[in-house]
């Protein structure tokens, strides 16, 4: 059996368009991994099946030779886990960060497979089904999920501001527990981020409201 070269392109263009579908989504919230890393690895998925099931078609029933296609297209699960590997990021321990990314990228290989392999029905609709789950299902996610409950709390002071005063304050409260914490000068104001691992307690609160009337404190605000 051979492949012409339209059904080639088209197998090659799709892959790419479904990549982009996903990378898009990741695109959008600036992960390393996006739109061109998405595309590439759909495209090439479906460059080496396509390698794998038509490109040996000269030695195909020679008595010399055994052809299993399947042997070069098992090769992309196993190889894409080191690109998946390089979208995780450990920012300190019990933190990582890239998993959805990675898993993506490897969901992504599999619809360039199925796409190389001319199962456009799969592929379609492993795309719709992965734009669902990273994007449709993520308010739900927010709603119950415990680590999406975390808010921040931004603080805005003056740009000569000793930040030491300020984290001294937060930290007088024994119960403070916070998952990340941030300290940003710029030229004309100091911005501190601290994001909390549970909600605030009464007293930090209350420590918040006092430091709000500090001179040099221009702005505290909460986000999720």
Wanted: overall charge positive; glycine content about 10%; proline content about 2%.
């Amino acid at each position: 059996m051979t492949i012409g070269w339209l059904e080639i392109l088209l197998r090659l263009v799709l892959a790419a368009i479904f990549g982009a579908a996903i990378g898009l989504e990741r695109e959008r919230k600036d992960w390393a991994a996006g739109i061109r890393t998405h595309m590439m690895v759909s495209m090439g998925s479906a460059l080496i099946m396509l390698v794998s099931s038509f490109g040996f078609q000269d030695i195909v029933g020679a008595s010399y030779a055994e052809l299993d296609p399947s042997r070069v297209a098992a090769q992309i699960v196993s190889g894409i886990g080191f690109i998946g590997a390089g979208a995780i990021l450990f920012r300190k321990p019990g933190t990582v960060m890239g998993l959805t990314t990675a898993s993506g990228i490897w969901t992504v290989a599999g619809i360039g497979m199925a796409t190389g392999g001319g199962m456009y029905f799969a592929a379609s609709t492993a795309t719709v089904l992965s734009l669902l789950i990273l994007w449709g299902l993520q308010p739900l996610q927010k709603r119950f999920s415990a680590k999406f409950q975390n808010k921040s709390l931004i603080i805005t002071a003056k740009g000569d501001t000793n930040p030491k005063k300020i984290i001294n304050k937060l930290l007088e409260d024994s119960e403070l527990d916070f998952a990340d914490f941030a300290v940003n000068r710029y030229k004309k104001e100091l911005v501190i981020e601290v994001k909390l691992v549970n909600s605030a307690s009464a007293h930090f609160r209350k420590t918040i409201d006092m430091l709000n009337e500090e001179s040099y404190i221009r702005k505290i605000s909460w986000k999720k």
